[in-house]
């Protein structure tokens, strides 16, 4: 089990996750058309390179969820019982085809479940890098982790 149960985790803590992804023109092309999603920066090249980017812009979700998914092995990976919600989530600065990003975590807060015994609510800050070491995303994650008895 790579992820931690409840009871191991330390307000502040915070883990740098070795796993980063370069974005290509595929990740982007599929996700925005998996959910449907025919904003013009995203597929259009001329449309993007028309816009104050100058070039495709990625698709913020799909930015959301690579930040996430690059948390998961180090963080709730075999001890999930369920994600509670996602709160704050901004993206202070673009992503574009080629970036490298990589993902930090620190824990914020720790609570007992009030329903399930030696479980507990984790709070996890997670934050998204590009290579020149911009925050490109973050947001908290509240995540309902088993313990160690559990």
Known sequence: MAG???DKWTIGETLVHEIRRTVTETDNLL???M???????????E???ASEFGQILV???????????LSVGDTTLGTLIANLGYDKLVMPAPVFIGDTLRAETT???????GSRPG???VTFAHRLLNQ???VVCQCLRMALVKGTMA
Do not use: C, W, Y
């Open 107 to 113: 824990i914020e807060a720790l609570r007992p479940s």
């Open 119 to 121: 479980a507990g609510i």
């Open 59 to 69: 698709n913020g979700t799909f930015t959301f969820a690579l930040m996430v998914g």
């Open 4 to 6: 931690k149960p409840f």
């Open 31 to 33: 996700f925005s058309t």
């Open 132 to 134: 020149r070491d911009e």
């Open 35 to 45: 959910t449907h999603n025919p904003q013009p920066l995203h597929l259009d090249i």
């Open 47 to 49: 449309a993007a390179k």
